[in-house]
């Protein structure tokens, strides 16, 4: 209804818009993490001062209860820096900075920057090196920081609002289900999409119980993507995180199980990275599924915001950061969403707080950034492609009766086995009836859907169907037809003139047309081909 709850149950998250959480102190908002349904940036702008005005509740509590029981913090005083080291660091390694700085191109600048530390380190004693690390790092601060909000121009010689040159391709791996190549910049992710069924769902055991999910998103993130050389191990707390953030991004425009019954699998492979690879997932996600037929109700991008915000109160909002700048800046505010609102939200700080001016001009510029990767996404691929692609597997969704479904899993499932064994299709049976037979042939899919309509219907008089001869005897043929039902053409039904041989006519294996004559009371069927041949000419004379 439009309204900010705190503490939602779980009954009210099934119905929500927005599932925000935040963290911040009585001054101002730290921590960000969200997954919305379009929402305006009024809508989440409000969202998160609403969380940060409740808060206040329980950071009153948290004082009241440490002035009763806390005990006397400790009195910290930070090292004082040497001034003789840091004039002497200064001199030798502030020029050199400051000129690697200038260069655009992060391999070459960050060669620059490590000739400029390592001569700037190479006069010290052993016990200043530690100590010139830091210092090293406050110049480079000053020169980086400082030049933004001099300037408005940042190390690759953008102002602060563009967007680095994007380039976005689909259907760059052709055996693939879906697939998607997006790079900006420096950054670049190679992102896939593959279908499944609904056998191939993850089965997830959380807090609220064990449930099924039609849609995972894994995030890689290798090594030579940054130009290092490292070992490709467990999955860690970076792939993990920025996984879930593009999954939270694209989850909320994705159809549901009634429309689009897949199951979808999403691997992004970050080949290049200088910031923000997990918005590049995002952009790359949304490319790969329309590559991949999924109809999502929308295109999906996402851009990473900066920050540069001094003591003196003076300040300046980035968009689309690089590495150094997310390293030296204060601020990593990622937004992900459509034309129409934000479907993610994501912030982390490195100071004590941020306003909610600043946090209003971030998500202004950020919108202006969105729009404009939309708009060059849009030039790769507009909308979902109609239906899958070739050697994806196809779904049909038919309805039985309940009592049906124990005749189509037969005794220990040994019926569905034959039915998949046999045609290479795979059926899902839900509880209300529903069956979804997968194939990734026409050839397939109707095998198993005649089969599995054999064993819940009954074929009907007068009605042709295509059947296989399956045995020869002297009086006539048997033919299986609708699915595994068999029924006999008689010697006298095989053809309008009179046959003296059944084979004269027909053979094991042939495909044939056959019209059902009669069904008796033990279930044998009677079958015509002769039938079929007097029917094709009637139509025949009657055209």
């Known amino acids: 209804d439009g309204d900010y709850v705190l503490n939602p149950t779980a009954s009210q998250m099934a119905d929500t818009r927005l599932d925000l959480v935040i963290a911040g102190t009585a001054e101002a ?39 009763e029981c806390a005990k006397e913090p400790w009195d910290f005083a930070p090292a004082e820096v040497d001034a003789d080291l840091e004039a002497k660091v200064k001199a030798a390694a502030e020029g050199a900075l400051a000129d690697a700085y200038k260069e655009q191109v992060k391999q070459l600048r960050q060669e620059k920057i490590a000739a400029a530390k390592e001569a700037a380190l190479a006069g010290l004693e052993e016990d200043e090196v530690e100590a010139a690390g830091g210092i090293l790092k406050k110049i480079e601060k000053k020169i980086v920081r400082g030049n933004i909000l001099a300037t408005g121009n940042r190390i690759d010689g953008r102002d602060t609002k563009t967007v680095r040159p994007i380039i976005a391709e689909v259907g760059i791996l052709p055996r693939s289900h879906g697939s998607a190549l997006f790079t900006r910049g420096e950054t670049q992710a190679l992102v896939v999409a593959t279908l499944g069924t609904g056998q191939d769902e993850q089965i997830v055991d959380a807090l609220e119980g064990e449930y099924r999910e039609n849609f995972m998103l894994h995030y890689n993130f290798p090594p030579y993507s940054v130009g290092e050389v490292g070992r490709m191990g467990f999955t860690g707390r970076r792939e993990v995180g920025h996984g879930k953030l593009a999954w939270r991004a694209v989850h909320p425009l994705l159809p549901s199980k009634d429309q689009f019954p897949y199951t979808l699998r999403v691997v992004s ?65 990622k937004v992900a969403g459509t034309s129409e609102g934000i479907t993610s939200l994501q912030m982390d700080i490195k100071i004590s707080g941020i306003t909610e001016e600043i946090m209003r001009i971030a998500l202004g510029q950020a919108t202006e950034g969105r729009l404009h990767i939309l708009g060059e996404m849009g030039k790769a691929i507009e909308g979902a ?59 397939s899919a109707d095998a198993a859907i005649n089969w599995i309509k054999s064993i819940v219907d009954d074929p009907e008089v007068g009605v042709i169907y295509t059947g296989k001869v399956v045995k020869v005897v002297d009086f006539g043929a048997f033919v299986n037809f609708f699915g595994n039902r068999d029924g006999l053409v008689h010697i006298s039904e095989l053809a309008p003139k009179r046959v003296g041989k059944v084979t004269d006519v027909v053979n094991e294996g042939d495909e044939v047309r056959v019209k059902v004559l009669e069904i008796d009371g033990r279930g044998k069927v009677r079958l015509s081909m002769k039938a079929v041949l007097a029917d094709e000419e009637k139509e025949s004379d009657a055209g």
Do not use: W
């Open 29 to 67: 908002v730290l921590m960000i993490e969200s997954e919305a349904h379009e929402l305006t940036e009024e809508e989440m702008l409000g969202a998160v001062m609403y969380g940060h005005r409740e808060m206040q509740t329980v950071i009153d509590a948290i004082i009241s209860l440490a002035e």
């Open 269 to 333: 492979e970050v080949t290049e990275s200088n910031g923000s690879s997990s918005m590049a997932t995002v952009c790359g996600t949304s490319l790969a599924m329309m590559d991949a037929g999924v109809p999502l109700a929308r295109p999906v991008a996402g851009i990473a915001m900066g920050l540069i915000l001094e003591e003196d109160g003076q300040f300046a909002v980035l968009s689309d950061i690089l590495g150094d700048e997310d390293h030296l800046g204060d601020m990593d505010f």
């Open 385 to 443: 492609r109609d239906g899958v692609r070739d050697g994806a597997p196809r779904i049909t969704q038919m309805q039985v009766q309940k009592d049906k479904i124990r005749d189509i899993i037969g005794t220990g499932g040994k019926v569905i086995r034959e039915i998949c064994e046999v045609t290479g299709a795979k059926i899902d049976i839900e509880d209300d009836g529903t069956v979804k037979v997968a194939a990734t042939t026409t050839e």
